[in-house]
């Protein structure tokens, strides 16, 4: 459903925000290496994001990407829109031109109920609270190998 620049996007933020609550600021090289991203990749996604004003940097030896920890709330839907564009989840799912309630592709009604869905997932849940779970460690964003292996 999102391209993998996106599905980077949302976890390098996540990983920014996480590490930035206690004013750490990032570099390119530690965030590809932590969402497991190629760093010519990760340094295209993170200007993205930062010239969209969803997450900071500084240059310099102190520099590095960072999150305002007293930043506005961050929808998901506002690091999609900006990696994949407005009509990712409003688009026919088998990329006909002309799809609708009115003139639905063959899997049109059952795509739409599960896009409603996950469009309203992704305008209610934000970085911040996202951030809280791993902090709680009730998500994770890399997997121990050795835990994987089990």
Do not use: W
Not at 4 to 18: F, H, Q, V, W
Not at 46 to 61: A, D, F, T
């Amino acid at each position: 459903m999102f391209s993998k620049a996106c599905e980077y996007a949302i976890r390098a933020t996540l990983y920014i925000s996480s590490k930035s609550v206690n004013g750490s600021k990032l570099s390119i090289k530690e965030i590809a290496k932590e969402i497991d991203s190629p760093e010519p990749f990760t340094a295209k996604i993170l200007q993205v994001l930062s010239r969209e004003k969803i997450i900071s940097s500084i240059k310099g030896p102190n520099g590095g990407f960072y999150l305002d920890p007293k930043a506005k709330p961050i929808p998901l839907n506002t690091i999609v829109r900006a990696m994949d564009g407005e009509d990712v989840l409003h688009t026919c799912s088998l990329g006909l031109k002309v799809c609708s309630d009115a003139s639905p592709c063959p899997i049109h009604h059952e795509i739409k109920r599960y896009k409603d869905r996950l469009r309203k997932i992704m305008k209610e849940k934000t970085v911040q609270g996202l951030t809280r779970e791993l902090a709680n460690g009730k998500t994770f964003l890399k997997i121990d190998k050795k835990i994987a292996m089990r």
